[in-house]
């Protein structure tokens, strides 16, 4: 199953597989590995290899000097490729530079993972008995009390008010697809592990079994005393339209599916500042989507929502061109949404779908399928549109720490679509010239998401508190 197959997007003659961009298997996720060279120290060494790499096929990422002498320089360098074979052509490509040693090929990625990514600590460490009758018996008895008689204190004598559920039933992990909640744990570790480094939430990875939307309703709902907030990731459409908004009417703390709510808000952070950085106003563009499956419905209805005016859309089944008319698109062929469209965006899974010769000169193509996108961004340049991004560039990261941090500080009762515009607004604002999103690894861009979906919250009526003045001039993480 693909991972477009995964999310209710069965095949269709409509979406095309460029010739010689069939995907395999192995090309549907990249392999990384760390490789330790040492070559000599004069100009040019470095470029060589970088070149010979890419030559081979392979990307090349950080590099890292190890050991610098006066002969020699040994670094260590990432590595991603297609599959492995690609892999081995780019050894054998540095093995043959003159005067450079292939000293270690590393698999860094499987080294980070083991054991897992996550770790639970105390805050307070237990080290006397006085300090174990605080924490615990019997001191404890007195706080258990204090929430019995009111629970809506709970979020402040207990973890509950800082802490996400982030589940999968694993049917749609990544470009995977359906390979189960256990495989799609590395995923879920890695986005707690992101909401504990960027905004100090405590995230909890949660696996269940894939099931009838009603059965993982109830299994959520019935847990959902633990968390303060619970974020849904890789559910497979159709079920994700289901079980995201039933969920929420059964509990009162706030849930959101990343794949369409996280995906769609930074999607229309970016296309705001691509419009921008071309001279245009969005609301002024025609909107293309192709692919209508989880991420892209989600991406086409936020987009009218904020620009007020019909979508273009295209997918593979009658009920996600259904979802489409519904919420106010137009569905039409590929070819026309590509005819029509200034901005395009596509959310396939499908390698190679876009060809070159269908870029019309001055579009906006965001081709945002993760590993490989629908069409490379310098292809889409090359043949004359005025922007090209691709996955790597529109990432989930911008949004949903900030998105949690702002409903958790003013205990949201629900997300509202208000609350992902403010998210995508901020993320726009904190963005430099030049780019088209900001650095995900500043924790104060996700602050200042956090700010301004707290002030959403407010403003919409759905948040039970309101952080003091202070909070939304902060640019530190707090913990309110």
Do not use: W
């Not at 706080?143 to 694993?170: K, Q």
Request: net charge negative; charged share 20%.
């Amino acid at each position: 199953m693909t991972a477009e197959q995964a999310r209710g997007e069965s095949a269709h003659p409509a979406f095309p597989t460029e010739a010689g961009q069939a995907s395999s298997p192995l090309s549907r996720y990249r392999i990384v590995r760390t490789v330790r060279v040492r070559n000599e120290n004069r100009p040019g060494v470095l470029g060589e290899v970088a070149t010979a790499i890419g030559r081979a096929g392979g990307n090349l990422g950080d590099i890292r000097t190890v050991e610098r002498g006066s002969r020699n320089v040994v670094r260590d360098m990432d590595v991603s490729t297609s599959d492995l074979e690609m892999l081995e052509q780019v050894l054998a490509a540095i093995r043959e530079i003159p005067e450079t040693h292939l000293l270690d090929v590393r698999d860094e990625v499987l080294r980070v993972h083991l054991g897992g990514k996550l770790q639970i600590s105390p805050r307070y460490p237990v080290r006397s008995v006085a300090d174990l009758r605080h924490v615990y018996t019997p001191g404890v008895a007195e706080v258990c009390r204090l929430i019995e008689g009111d629970p809506s204190i709970a979020d402040r004598y207990t973890g509950i008010g800082n802490s996400v559920a982030v589940v999968t039933d694993g049917t749609a992990i990544l470009g995977l697809g359906n390979i189960g909640p256990v495989a799609g744990m590395p995923v879920i570790e890695g986005k707690c592990a992101l909401m504990a480094q960027m905004v100090g939430i405590d995230a909890y990875p949660l696996l269940i079994e894939p099931g009838p939307p009603a059965a993982i309703v109830d299994a959520l709902a019935r847990i959902s005393l633990t968390f303060g907030a619970i974020q849904l990731e890789d559910f497979a459409a159709p079920h994700c339209f289901e079980i995201t908004p039933a969920l929420q009417e059964r509990v009162a703390i706030p849930v959101m599916h990343d794949d369409q709510h996280g995906t769609a808000t930074v999607v229309l952070a970016a296309v705001l500042r691509a419009a921008a950085m071309t001279g245009h106003r969005l609301e002024d563009l025609t909107a293309g989507v192709v692919g209508l499956g989880a991420a892209g419905s989600a991406i086409a209805q936020l987009l009218m929502h904020h620009q007020g005016k019909p979508v273009l859309g295209t997918g593979r089944t009658a009920d996600s061109l259904q979802r489409l008319r519904a919420a106010g698109g137009r569905a039409v062929e590929l070819d026309e949404l590509l005819a029509l469209s200034d901005v395009v965006i596509a959310a396939t899974a499908q390698p190679g779908l876009l060809r070159p010769d269908q870029i019309r000169p001055g579009q906006i193509i965001f081709a945002i399928s993760n590993p490989i996108p629908e069409i490379e961004p310098d292809r889409a340049m090359a043949a004359g549109a005025a922007l090209a991004v691709d996955g790597a560039v529109v990432n989930n990261l911008l949004g949903f720490p900030g998105l949690y941090r702002g409903a958790l500080d003013t205990r949201a009762r629900r997300f509202t679509t208000e609350m992902y515009v403010a998210a995508a607004l901020a993320i726009a604002a904190q963005t430099k010239d030049g780019e088209v999103v900001p650095d995900s690894l500043d924790p104060g861009v996700h602050m200042a998401v956090a700010r301004a979906v707290a002030r959403a919250a407010i403003d919409t009526g759905v948040a039970r508190t309101e952080p003091s003045p202070d909070y939304f001039e902060a640019t530190s993480l707090r913990r309110v």
